[in-house]
């Protein structure tokens, strides 16, 4: 089994930065791809970006150019810089990951989230 848990939430202004972090630990083989998700008061969880275990990334369009995702396999850690902030930006950040609980046995593993407030 895989738990995995966020950190790095918190109030900032608009135009400031925050750098959230989502380590996994437990017992599984691999983690393939990871996530960042999020979801605000009323609204679905939407996908923010993904980054693959060769390290390839994705990102929604209300986030290029000014999210960037990143991993650290050694330390099976995954990260998100935020930078340009905006009160849009406001939410539950959730990580998420695919994981190799065993060989013949795959699964999808969620974080607790952490909250990320933007105002001034």
């Known amino acids: 089994q895989v738990q995995l848990v966020e950190s790095g939430g918190g109030l900032v202004q608009p135009g400031g930065s925050l750098r959230l972090s989502c380590a996994a630990s437990g017992t599984f083989f691999s983690i393939n791809a990871m996530g960042w998700y999020r979801q605000a008061p009323g609204k679905q969880r939407d996908v923010v970006a993904t980054?693959?275990?060769?390290?390839?990334?994705n990102y929604a369009n209300s986030v290029k150019g000014r999210f960037t995702i990143s991993r650290d396999n050694a330390k099976n850690t995954v990260f998100l810089q935020m930078n340009s902030l905006k009160p849009e930006d406001t939410a539950v950040y959730y990580c998420?990951?695919?994981?190799?609980?065993?060989?013949?046995?795959?699964?999808?593993?969620w974080g607790q989230g952490t909250q990320v407030t933007v105002s001034s």
């Open positions: 998420n990951a695919g994981v190799h609980v065993r060989a013949s046995h795959y699964q999808y593993a």
């Open positions: 980054i693959t275990d060769g390290g390839s990334t």
